[in-house]
C-alpha cells in the first residue's frame, strides 16, 4: 500500500476547518485495496492533543516540554481497511495509523498498540515531537532531553566501571599481601 | 504431534454455541465423538514442531511464511501478534531484542504452534489468542460473539464528547445519567465509557446469551459491574420490556446489526465461520434493526437525549428521509465520518414532535 498522493487528487482532498461533514477521495479503483487519505478536519476534540506544555516521558522521569501545537488542518491521516464497505463488513487487526504533515511534509507512522484510536493519539504526540526538532533542530527540548539522558546514563557507567576498577585492585592488594612468608594478621 | 496439541478445525456451517474447543487433526484419523456430528469436520495438516530449537523471530517468519502459502490474510500482522500473545506481550515491538531472539522453551514453542495451528483454520486472531483491545480497555474474546471493530472505537468518541458536555458527569458531579447500548456483545462501547466517566451508569442488551454472558464477563475483569447492567433481550421481539427496564436515559448507543443479507454470503471466512450472524444481518436493505431501535428511541430517552449509531456508509441518508416521515419525535442531527472517511455515524434528538413545535412557534 503506497499512499503517494495522486495530484489531481490532492488538489481535490478538501482541507476544510470546523465542517462537521468531511469528505474523501478514493483512487482509481484498479487498486487493490482502498487507500483513503482523509482530511482531519472535524476530529472529535479528545484527540487533539493540548496546546501549551505537554509532559514528555524520557528514561523514567517526566519533563514539560511546550511542543508545537497540531492544526488538524494541516494533518492528513491515513487508515488502510480495504476495499468494500468497511466497519462489521471486514475483521483485520492491521491497525497502523500514518499521519502525514502537510506544510513540513514530515510522516509519522504509528502501531504501538492494538487500538487504532491510541494509535493515532500517540501519532499524533510523535508528530509534535518532531515538528518541535524540525522548527528549533538543536535548541529542540526534546533533543535536549535525550542528550542530558544519554549523558546521565554515560555517567553512570563510567562510576560504575571506576568501582569496579577499585575493587579489582584492592582485591590484587589483599591477595598479595596474603602470600605465605608474610607475617600480617 | 503430541495428545496435548491435538487441535479439531471445525468449519462452523452451522450456528451452534461455539464452547466447544477446537482440534486439529493431524496425519492420525481420530474420528469424532457423537457430540461433533453435526459439524462438518475438515481435516488439516498442520505443521509439525521443529526438532531443533528456535527463537521467537524464527518462529514469527516460520508462520509468516506457512500462513502465505495456505492463503491466511493477513499472514505476518497474525503471526505476530499471537507469538508476542504467547510471549506475554500485546505487540512484536514491545519485545525486547533479547527476548525475540532467545530459545523458546518447549512449552512456549507448543503454545505458538498450537494457537497458530488454530489460526490455519481462518479463525480470527481475537479468537485465537482470545482477547483484545478496544481504546483503552483489554477485553476477553470468544466465539461467535462480536469482535469489536475499530472504527466503533470513534463512536465512543462522539458519545464522550458529546457527555463531556453535560453537567454532571465528570469526576465529583451528583447527577448520574445512564446511557442504554442495544447490542453490546462483548461489552466494548458500555464498558468503554463506564471508564472514562466515573459517574455513568449504564444498561446492555443482547438478544444473543453468549454475548450477555461475556460483557458480564469484561465488566468483573474490569471492575465496572456495580455501574452496569447486562440484559438478554431481543429489542425485535422484548421491545415493550426494554422500555419498561430503562428510565427515560440520556444516551442511546448502539452498534446494531447493519449488513445488506445480499452481502452476508461474500463475507471473508474469519467473520462468516466464526462470528454471530445475528450480530451482522440487518435484512434486505440493512435497515431492520435500526429502524426499529429509532421507532422505540423517543420513549425511552429523555428530553433532549441521543441516539448515536453506527451503520452502513450508505444508510445516512436513507435514516434522515425515513425519521423525518415515520419518527416526529427524533430530529437528524448529523452525520459524521469514520477515520477512512466513509459515512459511518448518525446522531440524532429527541425534540419535540413537530405538531407540537409549530404550535411553540405561534
Not at chain 1, 500514518?98 to 498498540?113: A, S
Request: with cysteine.
Amino acid at each position: 500500500v503506497g499512499g503517494e498522493l495522486n495530484p489531481a487528487v490532492a488538489a481535490s482532498v478538501q482541507r476544510t476547518g470546523k465542517s462537521k461533514e468531511q469528505t474523501y477521495e478514493e483512487f482509481s479503483p484498479s487498486r487493490s485495496s482502498r487507500v483513503l487519505w482523509r482530511a482531519s478536519p472535524g476530529v472529535p476534540p479528545l484527540l487533539r492533543p493540548p496546546a501549551g506544555p505537554t509532559c514528555v516521558v524520557t528514561a523514567g522521569k517526566k519533563d514539560l516540554i511546550d511542543l508545537p501545537a497540531l492544526v488538524e488542518d494541516e494533518l492528513e491521516e491515513q487508515f488502510v481497511r480495504g476495499s468494500g464497505p468497511g466497519g462489521q463488513a471486514t475483521n483485520k487487526t492491521s491497525n497502523c495509523v500514518v499521519l502525514k504533515h502537510i506544510p513540513t511534509g514530515i510522516v509519522v507512522k504509528c502501531h504501538q498498540t492494538r487500538s487504532v484510536d491510541i494509535n493515532r493519539k500517540r501519532a499524533r504526540d510523535i508528530m509534535r515531537e518532531k515538528l518541535d526538532v524540525a522548527y528549533k533542530g538543536e535548541l529542540s527540548d526534546v533533543l535536549v532531553k535525550k542528550k542530558e539522558s544519554m549523558q546521565r546514563k554515560q555517567e553512570k557507567r563510567r562510576k560504575a566501571n571506576e568501582n569496579l576498577e577499585r575493587k579489582r585492585q584492592f582485591k590484587e592488594a589483599l591477595a598479595a599481601d596474603s602470600k605465605p612468608g608474610n607475617d600480617t594478621v | 504431534m503430541n495428545n496435548d496439541a491435538e487441535t479439531v478445525f471445525v468449519l462452523n456451517m452451522w450456528r451452534r454455541s461455539l464452547s466447544t474447543r477446537y482440534r486439529c487433526f493431524g496425519r492420525r484419523s481420530v474420528g469424532p465423538k457423537g457430540v461433533w456430528s453435526s459439524h462438518a469436520v475438515r481435516t488439516c495438516s498442520s505443521p509439525v514442531l521443529p526438532a531443533g530449537r528456535i527463537t521467537a523471530l524464527e518462529a514469527v517468519d516460520f508462520w509468516r511464511r506457512h500462513f502465505e502459502e495456505r492463503g491466511v490474510m493477513e499472514p505476518d500482522q497474525s503471526s505476530q501478534h499471537i507469538i508476542a500473545h504467547v510471549l506475554g506481550a500485546k505487540t512484536i515491538e514491545s519485545l525486547e531484542r533479547e527476548r525475540l531472539t532467545e530459545f523458546l522453551s518447549q512449552e512456549t514453542a507448543e503454545q505458538v504452534w498450537k494457537l497458530c495451528t488454530r489460526r490455519l483454520s481462518r479463525m480470527p486472531v481475537q479468537y485465537v489468542i482470545e482477547e483484545w483491545d478496544f481504546r483503552d480497555l483489554t477485553l476477553k474474546m470468544r466465539p461467535p460473539v462480536f469482535i469489536p471493530r475499530p472504527e466503533t472505537e470513534e463512536l465512543v468518541e462522539l458519545v464522550l464528547t458529546d457527555l463531556l458536555m453535560k453537567p454532571g458527569t465528570g469526576v465529583g458531579a451528583d447527577t448520574q445519567h445512564t446511557c442504554l447500548e442495544v447490542g453490546c456483545g462483548s461489552g466494548a462501547i458500555s464498558l468503554s465509557l463506564l471508564k472514562s466517566l466515573p459517574q455513568l451508569k449504564a444498561v446492555a442488551l443482547d438478544q444473543s446469551q453468549d454475548a450477555v454472558d461475556l460483557t458480564t464477563e469484561n465488566a468483573l475483569r474490569l471492575r465496572l459491574q456495580d455501574r452496569l447492567q447486562v440484559h438478554h433481550l431481543d429489542i425485535m421481539k422484548d421491545a415493550e420490556t426494554v422500555l419498561s427496564l430503562c428510565r427515560p436515559v440520556l444516551v442511546l448507543v448502539s452498534n446494531p446489526p447493519y449488513l445488506f443479507s445480499e452481502d452476508m454470503a461474500s463475507l471473508e471466512p474469519e467473520i462468516f465461520r466464526f462470528e454471530d450472524h445475528a450480530a451482522l444481518d440487518g435484512g434486505e436493505d440493512g435497515l431492520r434493526v435500526i429502524k426499529q431501535i429509532l421507532v422505540l428511541a423517543p420513549q425511552i430517552l429523555s428530553d433532549h437525549g441521543r441516539v448515536y449509531m453506527e451503520v452502513d456508509p450508505r444508510h445516512p441518508p436513507l435514516i434522515r428521509q425515513w425519521v423525518e416521515v415515520n419518527v416526529g419525535e427524533l430530529q437528524y442531527v448529523e452525520t459524521r465520518h469514520d477515520i477512512t472517511g466513509r459515512p459511518r455515524f448518525c446522531i440524532l434528538q429527541k425534540a419535540k414532535a413537530k405538531r407540537d413545535h409549530k404550535l411553540d412557534l405561534d
